[in-house]
């Protein structure tokens, strides 16, 4: 026993990157080869499949998890007109004080499980994982004292009473779910550090066949009406959850990343919160002034027209904004394994890569925005001035999102480095200092009704884009497979501290 412990103590004690003439900071002789000849032909392929077998998995997992809410919205439409208003009501207070910020603080795992992936430091991931398990159900706490009182907090921001009535009964039924989702994001970001997605695809998908038969059965047959859809959210989540964790548990793959619960996912927490903040707030920032556009349309000349197609237009972005997130992430997760295996080399090349896939899936979705921009409208409205208006914002849609996936895949870049204080401080001035000022200058000046608020937002969007380009194109990347390894070896605690 004390000789396994002596062992472990020198292994925790050693450097993460032997240090050597041939190995600099994880600049080894290969890597120096292509520094002065460049990339070859061969290395460019290997990375191009390794993203697209990440991005293909990843996007499936978005879209899924995306239905799951649309799809109890849509139970809940054949309710009545009031019903579907406070469930959507609901559905977006929601994302915006609970399932953003869970996120976010989940996203600092891209940083931390990804580069200790990199650094061999299996047994670090599970613990990590755990510690960020146990700080997001603390944090859910207090968020579920928020849903509880959701309907006073949307009569103090002037909301329909009768709406804000509707839609204060649908999240208290949905709090369940939040502890849920919290939960599923840290498993998440545990198999997809690793490299393993096909798990997380398909668990993503039995939850949605699931989903089908209990949001109908409890929306209809269990005389819950519009609470069944919350309830059936919150089941949906916690079956995911059980499913991931089933296999975390069992599968093989998972032997070395999780060796059971331990203390040491106690140790440590404030040095998780110091990325996991920085994480929500980058990720609260830009999520939020979505949301704001919207509310901001209310305000309009026609608010019902303007509020519609501002909705469809935000719910298409969103839509096709998941094949540029699951860049993002499969960027993230390279980037993190390449620097805490101390090859820089190689996770620069996964950014050069990642930006020409995020160029060409732009062109391509942006053309077929553009090419369907006159039957769209028909997927949620008969009526030709919707029809029309939705027409013309496609257009918009399509240079937004042509610009969003190129931040995308950069603030995965950034999430992978753990340029979270960064990405934050960029998001706060590209949104808030210059995106949604333009929009109410351009809608409310200028007259130029929603389009102005969507051509706000694109400003924001191609500021923060140029800041993150820059920020990118000036890394030192020795420097930061460096700090990948100080990271990851300063978090580890020794065995005589939890022993």
Same mark, same amino acid.
């Given at each position: 026993?004390?000789?396994?412990?002596?062992?472990?103590?020198?292994?925790?004690?050693?450097?993460?990157?032997?240090?050597?003439?041939?190995?600099?900071?994880?600049?080894?002789?290969?890597?120096?080869?292509?520094?002065?000849?460049?990339?070859?032909?061969?290395?460019?392929?290997?990375?191009?499949?390794?993203?697209?077998?990440?991005?293909?998995?990843?996007?499936?997992?978005?879209?899924?998890?995306?239905?799951?809410?649309?799809?109890?919205?849509?139970?809940?439409?054949?309710?009545?007109?009031?019903?579907?208003?406070?469930?959507?009501?609901?559905?977006?207070?929601?994302?915006?004080?609970?399932?953003?910020?869970?996120?976010?603080?989940?996203?600092?795992?891209?940083?931390?499980?990804?580069?200790?992936?990199?650094?061999?430091?299996?047994?670090?991931?599970?613990?990590?994982?755990?510690?960020?398990?146990?700080?997001?159900?603390?944090?859910?706490?207090?968020?579920?004292?928020?849903?509880?009182?959701?309907?006073?907090?949307?009569?103090?921001?002037?909301?329909?009473?009768?709406?804000?009535?509707?839609?204060?009964?649908?999240?208290?039924?949905?709090?369940?779910?939040?502890?849920?989702?919290?939960?599923?994001?840290?498993?998440?970001?545990?198999?997809?550090?690793?490299?393993?997605?096909?798990?997380?695809?398909?668990?993503?998908?039995?939850?949605?066949?699931?989903?089908?038969?209990?949001?109908?059965?409890?929306?209809?047959?269990?005389?819950?009406?519009?609470?069944?859809?919350?309830?059936?959210?919150?089941?949906?989540?916690?079956?995911?959850?059980?499913?991931?964790?089933?296999?975390?548990?069992?599968?093989?793959?998972?032997?070395?990343?999780?060796?059971?619960?331990?203390?040491?996912?106690?140790?440590?927490?404030?040095?998780?919160?110091?990325?996991?903040?920085?994480?929500?707030?980058?990720?609260?920032?830009?999520?939020?002034?979505?949301?704001?556009?919207?509310?901001?349309?209310?305000?309009?000349?026609?608010?019902?027209?303007?509020?519609?197609?501002?909705?469809?237009?935000?719910?298409?972005?969103?839509?096709?904004?998941?094949?540029?997130?699951?860049?993002?992430?499969?960027?993230?997760?390279?980037?993190?394994?390449? =620097? %805490?295996?101390?090859?820089?080399?190689?996770?620069?090349? *996964?950014?050069?890569?990642? #930006? $020409? !896939?995020? @160029?060409?899936?732009?062109?391509?979705?942006?053309?077929?925005?553009?090419?369907?921009?006159?039957?769209?409208?028909?997927?949620?409205?008969?009526?030709?001035?919707?029809?029309?208006?939705?027409?013309?914002?496609?257009?918009?849609?399509?240079?937004?999102?042509?610009?969003?996936?190129?931040?995308?895949?950069?603030?995965?870049?950034?999430?992978?480095?753990?340029?979270?204080?960064?990405?934050?401080?960029?998001? =706060? %001035?590209?949104?808030?200092?210059?995106?949604?000022?333009? *929009?109410?200058?351009?809608? #409310? $000046? !200028?007259? @130029?009704?929603?389009?102005?608020?969507?051509?706000?937002?694109?400003?924001?969007?191609?500021?923060?884009?140029?800041?993150?380009?820059?920020?990118?194109?000036?890394?030192?990347?020795?420097?930061?497979?460096?700090?990948?390894?100080?990271?990851?070896?300063?978090?580890?605690?020794?065995?005589?501290?939890?022993?």
């Amino acid at each position: 026993m004390k000789m396994e412990r002596a062992e472990e103590k020198k292994c925790l004690n050693s450097p993460l990157i032997q240090i050597s003439e041939e190995n600099v900071y994880g600049v080894n002789r290969e890597t120096r080869y292509d520094n002065e000849n460049g990339f070859g032909k061969k290395k460019i392929s290997e990375e191009v499949k390794k993203q697209l077998w990440l991005a293909g998995p990843m996007i499936s997992v978005s879209l899924l998890q995306f239905c799951l809410q649309m799809i109890s919205v849509m139970f809940v439409g054949h309710l009545g007109e009031l019903a579907l208003s406070g469930a959507s009501v609901a559905t977006s207070f929601a994302t915006v004080t609970g399932f953003s910020l869970l996120m976010g603080m989940a996203s600092a795992l891209d940083t931390l499980c990804g580069q200790s992936y990199g650094a061999k430091q299996y047994r670090q991931i599970g613990i990590l994982m755990q510690r960020a398990m146990l700080v997001l159900l603390i944090v859910s706490i207090p968020l579920a004292f928020v849903w509880a009182n959701t309907k006073s907090l949307l009569i103090l921001a002037h909301q329909d009473p009768q709406i804000a009535e509707e839609a204060g009964i649908y999240a208290q039924f949905m709090i369940p779910s939040l502890f849920a989702y919290g939960l599923l994001q840290c498993l998440i970001r545990f198999l997809q550090t690793q490299n393993i997605v096909f798990p997380m695809m398909l668990s993503s998908g039995i939850t949605l066949l699931l989903h089908f038969p209990i949001c109908w059965f409890l929306v209809f047959k269990s005389g819950l009406g519009s609470r069944g859809a919350a309830v059936a959210n919150s089941i949906s989540y916690w079956i995911n959850v059980l499913l991931l964790a089933a296999y975390v548990k069992f599968s093989s793959s998972c032997q070395k990343t999780w060796t059971g619960f331990s203390m040491e996912a106690f140790h440590n927490i404030v040095n998780f919160l110091r990325l996991a903040i920085p994480s929500a707030v980058m990720v609260c920032l830009e999520m939020w002034s979505f949301e704001m556009m919207v509310l901001l349309s209310g305000l309009l000349p026609n608010p019902t027209l303007e509020t519609s197609v501002l909705s469809i237009s935000l719910n298409t972005s969103a839509t096709v904004w998941m094949i540029a997130f699951g860049l993002g992430g499969a960027v993230s997760t390279r980037v993190s394994n390449e =620097l %805490g295996a101390g090859h820089p080399e190689a996770a620069r090349l *996964a950014v050069c890569v990642v #930006f $020409v !896939l995020a @160029i060409t899936e732009g062109l391509v979705v942006g053309s077929v925005l553009i090419l369907i921009r006159n039957v769209w409208g028909y997927a949620y409205s008969n009526e030709i001035q919707v029809v029309k208006y939705v027409a013309t914002m496609m257009q918009i849609i399509a240079l937004s999102n042509f610009i969003d996936g190129l931040q995308s895949v950069l603030s995965g870049t950034a999430r992978g480095c753990g340029w979270q204080k960064i990405g934050a401080f960029i998001n =706060l %001035g590209s949104y808030y200092l210059v995106g949604i000022p333009f *929009a109410i200058v351009l809608a #409310f $000046v !200028l007259h @130029i009704g929603g389009k102005g608020l969507w051509l706000g937002i694109i400003c924001a969007l191609v500021v923060q884009a140029i800041s993150l380009f820059i920020v990118t194109i000036r890394t030192n990347w020795e420097r930061e497979a460096k700090k990948a390894t100080d990271r990851v070896y300063g978090s580890i605690i020794p065995v005589d501290r939890v022993s």
